[in-house]
């Protein structure tokens, strides 16, 4: 595995504990770390094939072109990874909008999802995660 991919892998992992840390003391942040765990699991999987992207648009795309599309993934997961970039757009954007803390739950829960996704996708494995992912 890549240094590349161990980095990103390690910086989801912590993305999704930081995630679930701050539910409730502030969602708004919660649902970006949730984002952002989704994010590096999805940029681990693919620099494991060899793959890099130098945009967040660029990942989204591969999502479900790579992913959901080419049947690898199931559309729930591409809905659940769209659902976490327009929370994180809420939260970090969002004039007047907040994320709820049911919001930021049901976040830390999508962004779990597509962990455990790329855990089970990759062929060569990650290091281990903590027992609550």
């Not at 790579?66 to 729930?76: M, T, Y």
């Not at 999802?113 to 281990?128: D, L, N, Q, Y």
Request: with cysteine; charged share 25%.
């Amino acid at each position: 595995m890549s240094r590349e991919a161990e980095d990103l892998w390690r910086r989801a992992t912590r993305n999704l504990r930081t995630a679930a840390s701050l539910v409730e003391a502030d969602p708004d942040s919660a649902a970006s770390r949730a984002y952002y765990a989704a994010f590096h699991a999805v940029a681990a999987l693919f620099a494991c094939e060899g793959k890099t992207f130098s945009t967040h648009k660029a990942v989204h795309t591969a999502v479900h072109r790579d992913l959901v599309k080419a049947g690898r993934w199931p559309a729930e997961l591409g809905q659940a990874f769209a659902a976490l970039v327009a929370l994180r757009d809420t939260g970090d954007y969002g004039i007047g909008l907040h994320v709820t803390p049911e919001q930021a739950t049901e976040a830390v829960g999508k962004a779990k999802s597509i962990v455990r996704a790329v855990r089970s996708t990759v062929s060569e494995p990650f290091p281990e995660e903590p027992p609550d992912m």
